[in-house]
Structure formats: structure tokens, C-alpha cells
Nanobody
Framework: QVQLVESGGGLVQAGGSLRLSCEASGCTFSISAMGWFRQAPGKEREFVTAIDWSGGNSYYADSVKGRFTISRDNAKNTVYLQMNSLKAEDTAAYYC????????????????WGQGTQVTVSS
């Protein structure tokens, strides 16, 4: 089992920045990829970004390309999401997820999930 704990959410003005962190514990050797998803009120959860745990290849939703950056610190079993130029439409609960095999942008393919952290962008 892998446990994921997110932190770093909060309230920020449009145009501002936030950095989310997600620390993994437990059977972290089994992690192949980690990703971030988000869910806005009244909407389905959607893919934001993911990173391959070994090679570091990253993938982004079109809506965040050029504004968000995912990175990892293998020694700390932590993945980060740097969010710049935030917009009101980025307001959502952000969830960290981990996968045991390969990297994917599909929510259903992830094996472990954090509890989520709220990001609110005021316009």
C-alpha cells in the first residue's frame, strides 16, 4: 500500500502562484508514476499532469501547459506541482495519485489517491 498526503493549497489571487506537494509513504518502491487531478464544484475530476517516476517524463493537460510544472524528488518520495499565472477556472480540489505500472492520464488507471487539497483563485 501507498499513502499520499497533499499540502500547499490555499487562497490566491488571479495571476498568483502556489506550490502543491504530495508525499508518498509505505510501499513507495512500487510507484511508477505520480499525477495530479482536480475537481471543480459540479464537475468531474480531470487530469492535470503526471510524471514518470524513473525517467522524469511529464505530461500536461492543455489547459495548464506553460503555467503548471510537475517535478519530483525521489529521495523524499515527493512530487510537486508549481502553479503559476493562476486563473479563476483553476479553482478546484487537487488530488495527488500514484500508479504502479507505467504512466497514464486516465483517472481510472491510478491505484492510490490522496485526500485532496483545495485551491481557490479569486478574480
Amino acid at each position: 500500500q501507498v499513502q499520499l498526503v497533499e499540502s500547499g493549497g490555499g487562497l490566491v489571487q488571479a495571476g498568483g502562484s502556489l506550490r502543491l506537494s504530495c508525499e508518498a509513504s509505505g510501499c513507495t518502491f512500487s510507484i511508477s508514476a505520480m499525477g495530479w487531478f482536480r475537481q471543480a464544484p459540479g464537475k468531474e475530476r480531470e487530469f492535470v499532469t503526471a510524471i514518470d517516476w524513473s525517467g522524469g517524463n511529464s505530461y500536461y493537460a492543455d489547459s495548464v501547459k506553460g503555467r503548471f510544472t510537475i517535478s519530483r524528488d525521489n529521495a523524499k518520495n515527493t512530487v510537486y506541482l508549481q502553479m503559476n499565472s493562476l486563473k479563476a477556472e483553476d479553482t478546484a480540489a487537487y488530488y495527488c495519485a500514484a500508479r504502479r505500472f507505467g504512466v497514464t492520464m486516465k483517472e481510472a488507471d491510478y491505484d492510490y489517491w490522496g485526500q485532496g487539497t483545495q485551491v481557490t483563485v479569486s478574480s
